[in-house]
């Protein structure tokens, strides 16, 4: 079942589209990451599912009811979000404002559940400080804990991140894949590819409004990486680098240097002893072939590269 699904989703902001006959499902009991770079429509695309903003054309289901229906409110009552960083009062105190938040949503046994998300979010301890005096970092805590306070079936996170120091990045990403076994899917959207890859077992990824793949995360890598061919590693001297580039990108896609001695460079065919071949031709002996194992950040770094095919309507960024 989906517990999201959108299908030909369009908006325009007067003569520009900003997401363009968009359709993806987001499958319940996963961890759904929509991905596309600034501008491509995800902060729009998340507007248009909660009902924030009207879509030009197209359908918004959550939990099996449709946008503009009489009883959506009901599905959205099941939605927990947090867009663009979390809207608090801050000279009140992290847990005065879960409880503002619950009164405002007639939640029952609010004292157990604000206890529940300060202990899931890691604030405990710390919920009778003022807001104001919190961290970057614990605000987007805060701002997490007041999305999980209706245990919603539904958890929809824009950049939550942001704010996050490395230990607390991981420590969130432990935390959204333990969600789906409690019964809450996860779609978010995120600029950190490893993250996502890690937590994420489904991604859509979105360029100038369209959805240019999707699926589980695992396939959408596998897919992409069979389309590229063969990508290797290649460690020749510093002193040989310039040479090596100029060797290397004949065979395959345009060599990269990854470093002073690294050049990166898919082949097509042709596997690590032709290029070694190739290399010595030149009287350049590499230190090192080793075969590059794709991964999202480099699926998502190609499918992004260009504008998708023509359609139609005008593509801006939102």
């Known amino acids: 079942m989906a517990v999201l699904s959108v299908?030909?989703?369009t908006k325009r902001y007067g003569a520009r589209t900003v997401v363009d006959t968009l359709a993806f499902d987001v499958p319940e009991g996963t961890v759904f990451g929509l991905l596309g770079?600034?501008?491509?429509?995800?902060t729009t695309t998340i507007r248009l599912a909660l009902?924030?903003?009207r879509p030009a054309a197209g359908t918004v289901e959550i939990l099996g009811r449709r946008l503009g229906s009489r009883d959506?409110?009901?599905s959205l009552h099941q939605v927990g979000s947090l867009i663009e960083g979390p809207a608090l009062y801050k000279a009140l105190s992290g847990k005065r404002n879960l409880e503002v938040h619950a009164r405002y949503l007639g939640l029952d046994g609010a004292d157990r559940r604000?206890?529940?998300v300060l202990d899931l979010v890691g604030l405990t301890g710390r919920e009778r400080e003022k807001v104001k005096r919190y961290s970057l970092g614990m605000r987007q805590r805060l701002g997490l804990a007041l999305a999980l306070l209706p245990n919603p079936?539904?958890?929809i996170l824009d950049e939550p991140t942001n704010g996050l120091d490395p230990?607390?990045?991981v420590e969130f990403r432990e935390l959204i894949r333990r969600f789906p076994e409690t019964g809450i899917t996860v779609m978010l959207s995120s600029h950190l590819l490893g993250e996502v890859q890690q937590a994420c077992d489904h991604v859509g990824i979105i360029n100038y409004g369209r959805m240019v793949m999707a699926g589980p995360t695992a396939e959408v890598v596998a897919s992409a990486a069979a389309g590229a061919g063969r990508s290797y590693l290649v460690e020749v001297d510093p002193a040989d680098l310039p040479r090596a580039l100029e060797v290397l990108t004949p065979l395959g896609t345009p060599a990269a240097a990854v470093d002073f001695r690294t050049v990166h460079v898919a082949t097509g065919g042709l596997d690590g002893r032709a290029l070694a071949w190739h290399l010595s031709g030149a009287g350049i002996y590499p230190e090192q072939i080793?075969?590059?194992e794709e991964t999202l950040e480099d699926v998502f770094l190609r499918l992004t590269a260009t504008p998708p095919p023509p359609g139609p309507g005008s593509i801006g960024g939102a």
């Open 7 to 9: 299908r030909d989703l």
């Open 37 to 42: 770079p600034n501008g491509a429509g995800k």
């Open 51 to 53: 009902g924030l903003v």
């Open 72 to 74: 959506y409110h009901r």
């Open 114 to 116: 604000i206890a529940e």
């Open 153 to 155: 079936r539904l958890l």
């Open 167 to 169: 230990a607390g990045i």
């Open 290 to 292: 080793r075969r590059h």
